[in-house]
């Protein structure tokens, strides 16, 4: 760990000047209490560095959560094994179900609820009755996203772990529904901001005072978006283990399960005061608490339990963490490169042209990031893909 200022430590042994110079920026600012943690797979970001755990006092900062709120992992052990695997045969039929089951790709929603959405929506409607949050007015399809993938660095995956017992491993958020609550509230605090004559760093960095009607709108919006986002994974989750069940032939039994965010708002109580936590890009790592770190396609991915660090604010990586913009990785890879890095892997190799820019090149090597968190996280799981689903 290394100590940038009085007020940024890191734990980035690979950290770009551009992120470093972004997290400098954020730190200064008056209500952060007592410092801004930066995870191993710190990069630039829209709104607030990636990979970063920022700790405000009776302040939130909509930019900083960003448009996904509450994207994260789920995860499921199954009882199946790579002898079943083998047994059974080609994983394509496999990857074809899934990507008929679920929607994949921007803008790709369901055309009615499926039958174990049904009772997942009643739940999320009187959450959102309680705390007097409108969904509808976002995106009156919400129902609709519900168990949907997106695109991006979003992807279901079928791995083994280092018994080659077979996992189901999937990365999404609130969709849709939770970019334009993002969105909304973000271009409230910015305005706000504007009015007060707030001195900012950087406009992404406007706050929503404690106490004002905007800060407790926002609250309740992102509670239930958070919400959504959770719930869709756990949909994804059954929709995949039903076609895996399928595919081979028995009823799945679900062993160990993870669902956890890295993209949100929590209030928690550290260094002695109450402070609005946000995980931009990182996990909850409290003591014995289950999370999730993948790698990026073709690479290892980690189930992992948490030390509890004090001074990372009981915070471990979500991932890997980009080494290139996708633009840049478009410039520098080609689609051999990304098919020579998913060799033995089933995926939609005929649209690799849209996935260049998700190649394992592009992202920093997620085994220097899991060296790099050996004092926040113990790798319980070690997992190796052997089936990527992605959106283009």
Not at 62 to 86: H, K, S, Y
Not at 94 to 115: D, H, K, N
Not at 227 to 253: K, P, T
């Amino acid at each position: 760990m290394e100590q940038i200022n009085k007020k940024l430590l890191s734990w980035a042994s690979i950290l770009e000047e551009q992120a470093r110079d972004q997290a400098i920026a954020t730190s200064t600012l008056p209500f952060i209490h007592p410092h801004v943690a930066l995870m191993p797979d710190a990069h630039w970001g829209m709104g607030s560095t990636v990979g970063s755990v920022i700790p405000t006092e009776r302040v939130v900062m909509p930019a900083a959560v960003g448009v996904d709120i509450g994207c994260g992992m789920a995860a499921v052990r199954t009882q199946l094994t790579a002898a079943d695997v083998e047994r059974i045969g080609s994983l394509t039929p496999l990857r074809e179900a899934i990507e008929r089951e679920v929607p994949v790709s921007m803008g790709q929603y369901r055309e009615v609820p499926s039958t174990t959405a049904l009772p997942r929506i009643p739940a999320l409607e009187e959450h959102a009755s309680k705390q007097d949050v409108d969904p509808d007015s976002y995106a009156a399809n919400w129902r609709l996203q519900l168990g949907t993938l997106g695109s991006g660095n979003h992807f279901i995956e079928v791995c083994l772990d280092e018994q080659d017992r077979v996992w189901v491993f999937l990365h999404s958020g609130s969709r849709g529904v939770g970019n334009r609550i993002a969105k909304h509230h973000v271009g409230i605090a910015q305005k706000l901001c504007a009015l007060w004559y707030v001195p900012l760093p950087h406009e992404d960095l406007a706050y929503l005072p404690q106490g004002t009607d905007e800060f407790w709108a926002y609250l309740r919006d992102l509670r239930w978006a958070q919400a959504f986002a959770a719930a869709n994974r756990a949909e994804m989750v059954d929709q995949v283990v039903a076609c895996l069940g399928e595919w081979a032939g028995v009823a799945i039994d679900a062993a160990e399960i993870v669902n956890c965010h890295h993209n949100y708002t929590e209030q928690e109580r550290h260094f002695s005061r109450d402070v609005w936590l946000t995980r931009k890009g990182a996990i909850n790592a409290e003591e014995g608490r289950w999370g999730l770190i993948p790698g990026s396609m073709g690479t290892r991915s980690y189930v992992v339990t948490g030390k509890g660090n004090k001074a990372s604010f009981h915070s471990a990586p979500h991932g890997a963490g980009r080494n290139f913009s996708r633009t840049e990785a478009r410039k520098r890879f080609t689609t051999a490169e990304l098919a020579e890095a998913m060799q033995g892997i089933e995926w939609r190799a005929a649209n690799a042209e849209a996935f260049v820019d998700e190649i394992p090149g592009a992202y920093k090597d997620i085994d220097q990031i899991m060296v790099d968190a050996a004092d926040l996280v113990r790798i319980e799981h070690t997992l190796r893909q052997i089936l990527n689903v992605k959106g283009d």
